[in-house]
């Protein structure tokens, strides 16, 4: 059976706008409404862009020559972010970090650290710290209520010259 025809001199000699003003006002609202949600989800799109990528430390300096990312995964259990000040050492076979500051440097993401998050930041040293053996990582419980804690879930350091995890 073969499918009915459309003839459109028709449909628009007999359209009339009053008699379908509830139709066409809802597709307005319609196509209003997407371009909205299409420009917010986009601005959301670049707010989780930099998220994801890698923020440098801000007491990076910039004379040092030397690269490690840091991926911090933080738990997903109820009050596992943190206010708090986290601060770190890495110490490998040929020296060690010294006290670092776990900030970024753009200024723009606060220091909360929320629950289930994972945040990727890049320290530079002056020298390579040899195969690494520890990292001591600690906060000061400076943040408010329940936001003093942190329940550090994982942390993956990986050499950004040599690819070593």
């Known amino acids: 059976m073969a499918p009915n025809t459309i003839d459109f001199n028709n449909v628009w000699a007999n ?19 997407y371009i909205i949600l299409l420009v917010w989800l986009r601005h959301m799109d670049k707010k989780d862009l930099k998220k994801w990528g890698a923020l440098p430390l801000e007491d990076n300096l910039p004379t040092d020559s030397y690269h490690y990312q840091f991926t911090i995964q933080t738990g997903v259990k109820a009050n596992a972010g943190t206010d708090s000040q986290v601060r770190f050492i890495v110490s490998g076979e040929e020296g060690d970090s010294g006290v670092r500051r776990l900030a970024v440097a753009d200024g723009e993401r ?35 209520g329940k936001n003093k804690s942190w329940y550090l879930d994982q942390v993956q350091i990986n050499d950004l010259q040599t690819g070593e995890k």
């Open 15 to 33: 359209f009339d706008l009053s008699e379908n003003a509830a139709v066409f006002s809802t597709v307005i609202v319609l196509i209003g409404l």
């Open 110 to 144: 606060k220091q909360h650290i929320p629950r289930g998050s994972i945040f990727n930041y890049v320290m530079s040293v002056d020298s390579c710290l040899g195969p690494l053996t520890f990292l001591r990582i600690w906060h000061d419980n400076t943040g408010k």
